[in-house]
């Protein structure tokens, strides 16, 4: 019998997500994330030189928000402070809160989502090792920046040398500015909330959270506007490879246990044959009728409409066309 789906459950994931299997991956891709900008440091000197070729071309560009929103962050803390509290805590709590939303409400879409992410972020990484950047709160004073984490780093539990907690500055890429995955993930929390929120509240953080992300950036000279810029191409790259990502995964998941599976079925299937054969031999050792080829009845089943019916030794019914009616057995089906 054929069986039907519910419209809609199609999309659903093959195999059932678990807690204890998304979390360690999630964590892997994240460690993966904080050695390759650990380990991937690259040389100073090159770092400044990419820094001032992005200021050269937003120059060209007639792009500089960067140095207006610096001075404002830097003029008034009660914008400043706040940006950098944004900066060093809102992208390790809003993207994770994210996925576990996305895990538990929208578990059809949530593999897509969570692929999607981690594919960006292993974009990010090339684009970290490839071209090392120096942020604009590194460059030389001339340039015009100033470095509003060092500057009120007394209000908060990052230190002067980084947004990284204090003491732990040197454990840290300060140079891995090209692309701004701090504008990438809030995009992507962005569109998640779009798309699934459902709410007039979750659209308006949709819009405000990856807006508000990128003045952020900027305002605290930790990122170029091009970099925001590179972080949401980073974004849209790992959306258009996620379907290939994902059916990679699919084949990995189907063929490796395939490996295993004949050697593991033979057995049973064997066994199975056996004891389907050893009993029907019991079954015919012990005399049981086999009609029409095989279906096997019980002693004394009677067929459908057959009545009980003694005759002596050649007294027999005479099969006249009028008695061929009720009394005639069904033949067998």
Same mark, same amino acid.
């Given at each position: 019998?054929?069986?039907?789906? &519910?419209?809609? !459950?199609?999309?659903?994931? &093959?195999?059932r997500l678990?807690w $204890?299997t998304?979390?360690?991956l999630i964590v892997? =891709?994240y460690?993966c #994330?904080?050695a390759?900008?650990?380990? =991937?440091?690259?040389?100073?000197s090159?770092?400044v030189?990419?820094?001032?070729a992005?200021?050269d071309?937003? &120059?060209?560009?007639?792009?500089n928000a960067?140095h207006p929103?610096?001075?404002?962050?830097?003029r008034?803390p009660w914008?400043?402070?706040p940006a950098?509290? $944004?900066?060093a805590?809102?992208?390790?709590?809003?993207t994770p809160?994210? @996925?576990?939303?996305l895990f538990r409400?929208?578990?059809?879409r #949530?593999?897509?989502? %969570?692929? $999607?992410?981690?594919t960006?972020?292993?974009i990010?990484?090339?684009?970290?090792t490839?071209?090392?950047?120096?942020?604009?709160?590194?460059?030389?004073?001339?340039?015009g920046f100033v470095?509003?984490?060092?500057q009120y780093?007394?209000?908060?539990?990052w230190?002067?040398a980084a !947004?990284?907690? %204090?003491g732990?500055g040197g454990?840290?890429?300060q #140079?891995?500015a090209?692309?701004?995955l701090h =504008?990438?993930?809030?995009? $992507?929390c962005?569109v998640?909330?779009?798309?699934h929120?459902?709410?007039r509240l979750s &659209?308006?953080a949709?819009?405000?959270?990856?807006l508000?992300?990128?003045i =952020?950036?900027?305002g605290?000279?930790?990122?170029y506007?091009?970099d925001?810029?590179a972080?949401?191409?980073?974004?849209?790259?790992?959306l @258009?490879l996620?379907?290939?990502?994902l %059916?990679?995964a699919?084949?990995? +998941?189907t063929?490796l246990p395939?490996?295993?599976a004949?050697?593991?079925?033979?057995?049973?299937?064997? !066994?199975a044959?056996?004891s389907?054969?050893?009993?029907a031999?019991?079954?015919?050792?012990?005399?049981?009728?086999?009609? !029409?080829?095989?279906?096997q009845?019980s002693?004394?089943e +009677?067929f459908?409409?057959?009545r009980e019916q003694?005759?002596?030794a050649?007294?027999e019914p005479?099969?006249a066309?009028?008695d061929?009616?009720?009394?005639?057995p069904a033949p067998?089906r």
């Amino acid at each position: 019998m054929a069986r039907t789906e &519910k419209p809609g !459950s199609e999309a659903a994931p &093959k195999t059932r997500l678990r807690w $204890w299997t998304e979390l360690p991956l999630i964590v892997l =891709v994240y460690a993966c #994330y904080s050695a390759g900008r650990l380990l =991937v440091r690259g040389d100073v000197s090159d770092a400044v030189d990419h820094g001032l070729a992005i200021l050269d071309v937003e &120059k060209a560009l007639f792009l500089n928000a960067e140095h207006p929103l610096n001075r404002l962050f830097t003029r008034e803390p009660w914008i400043g402070v706040p940006a950098d509290f $944004w900066y060093a805590s809102l992208h390790y709590l809003v993207t994770p809160a994210v @996925l576990v939303w996305l895990f538990r409400s929208r578990a059809v879409r #949530y593999r897509a989502a %969570r692929t $999607w992410l981690m594919t960006s972020t292993f974009i990010g990484l090339i684009g970290f090792t490839l071209l090392p950047t120096c942020p604009p709160r590194l460059l030389d004073a001339s340039y015009g920046f100033v470095d509003t984490m060092a500057q009120y780093s007394s209000y908060g539990w990052w230190g002067g040398a980084a !947004s990284a907690p %204090r003491g732990m500055g040197g454990m840290t890429n300060q #140079y891995a500015a090209m692309p701004s995955l701090h =504008v990438g993930w809030a995009l $992507w929390c962005g569109v998640m909330l779009w798309r699934h929120g459902g709410t007039r509240l979750s &659209k308006v953080a949709a819009v405000v959270y990856p807006l508000g992300t990128t003045i =952020v950036v900027m305002g605290t000279a930790n990122h170029y506007f091009l970099d925001a810029v590179a972080g949401a191409a980073v974004m849209g790259v790992g959306l @258009l490879l996620t379907p290939f990502v994902l %059916r990679t995964a699919e084949r990995v +998941r189907t063929r490796l246990p395939a490996r295993f599976a004949p050697a593991a079925a033979t057995a049973p299937a064997s !066994s199975a044959t056996a004891s389907a054969t050893a009993s029907a031999s019991a079954v015919d050792g012990a005399g049981s009728a086999n009609v !029409s080829g095989g279906c096997q009845t019980s002693a004394g089943e +009677r067929f459908p409409r057959q009545r009980e019916q003694r005759f002596g030794a050649g007294a027999e019914p005479d099969p006249a066309p009028t008695d061929a009616g009720d009394e005639t057995p069904a033949p067998a089906r």
